[in-house]
């Protein structure tokens, strides 16, 4: 059976200018305590049908004189009335704290951390957490919003991980995040909202099939360094293993990064590559978009990390000089990030 069609809600446009307005005149902050002034409760759809029960059960049993339906109404009605209490008190004096994030790349899912504590002697179950953006229109379309449930300990802390998917790169602002908790009956939501101040960096997406490292240029002084390899039998440098090389010219203490097919494996470099050094030129990267150039150079920066090369950077405003490591790799995604 074919599912049917979509009906856009006309409302939507107005819901969504209204979020972003309430939402601007949130404070920004990684850290946030939930008091009465910043949770907020209403009934769900559970709840509105319990309140109609209720109400249908009291003039029942006014007309009929029935004095069990009044112990059933007053009954029911308490539990709702204490449920709303306990569910109220189960976010409020509760303390969110954010775990600083780490990079991520355009397009794949980027996860932080968020810390729950609580000082109550009591547990506090049932707490979801999710990203909330008012441009996105997942429950427009039928679709559930991604919630991360967790409880917290008495006196405790837990730790809950969400999830977005950054569309650019660049450094962005942390989503704005929700906090909700139905229990214990679900006859009502509580919820908050909270904008993190911290911000994400975002690389480049790499390239998936990206062309082959491009060859080296020619060094300074490569003539000297050349010299002094026939001399002293020195070889600084390394490159990507070939099917070929002497055994002997193998790094062994970066053999640990073999993959099987030789592709992890280094081997010393040879006196003729001495005089030249990798150079990831932006304006070598294709004749595509600046994003897809970007992509390629990300790829290529992975590439030659992974072969524990020597590369340098060229960017239309930025150079960054040949180097290898860790550090390296992160300082050169980065400027590829906020070119």
Aim: aromatic fraction near 8%; glycine fraction near 8%.
């Amino acid at each position: 059976m074919a599912s049917p069609a979509f009906i856009p809600n006309p409302f939507s446009p107005i819901r969504r200018r209204f979020q972003s307005w309430w939402q601007s005149r949130l404070p920004l902050t990684d850290s946030v305590t939930l008091t009465q002034r910043n949770v907020y409760i209403l009934p769900t759809r559970p709840g509105l049908m319990l309140g109609l029960t209720l109400l249908v059960l009291l003039v029942a049993s006014i007309n009929y004189q029935l004095n069990l339906g009044y112990l059933l109404t007053f009954l029911l009605a308490g539990c709702a009335l204490v449920g709303m209490h306990v569910s109220h008190g189960t976010l409020r004096g509760l303390a969110m704290n954010l775990v600083a994030p780490h990079a991520q790349y355009a397009g794949a899912t980027a996860t932080f951390d968020i810390k729950l504590t609580s000082t109550r002697r009591a547990a506090r179950h049932g707490i979801g957490l999710s990203v909330l953006d008012p441009h996105d229109v997942a429950a427009e379309n039928g679709k559930e919003r991604h919630w991360a449930w967790t409880d917290v300990p008495a006196q405790g802390s837990s730790v809950v991980q969400v999830a977005f998917t950054p569309a650019r790169r660049g450094l962005h602002r942390l989503p704005t995040l929700t906090a909700e908790t139905r229990f214990p009956l679900g006859t009502f939501r509580v919820w908050t909202v909270w904008r993190p101040a911290a911000q994400m960096l975002v690389y480049p997406a790499p390239e998936l099939h990206p062309p082959p490292l491009p060859p080296g240029e020619p060094r300074s002084g490569g003539a000297a360094l050349a010299a002094r390899a026939q001399i002293t039998g020195e070889f600084d440098g390394v490159r990507g293993y070939r099917r070929g090389d002497p055994m002997k010219l193998v790094v062994w203490k970066k053999a640990a990064k073999d993959d099987g097919q030789g592709n992890g494996l280094v081997v010393r470099d040879t006196q003729q590559a001495q005089r030249h050094e990798l150079w990831l030129d932006f304006m070598r990267a294709g004749t595509a978009g600046t994003e897809q150039k970007l992509s390629r150079l990300c790829a290529w920066v992975l590439l030659a990390d992974k072969l524990a090369l020597d590369y340098g950077l060229r960017l239309p405003s930025l150079e960054i000089k040949p180097g290898s490591g860790e550090a390296h790799k992160r300082l050169c995604l980065e400027a590829l990030a906020v070119c």
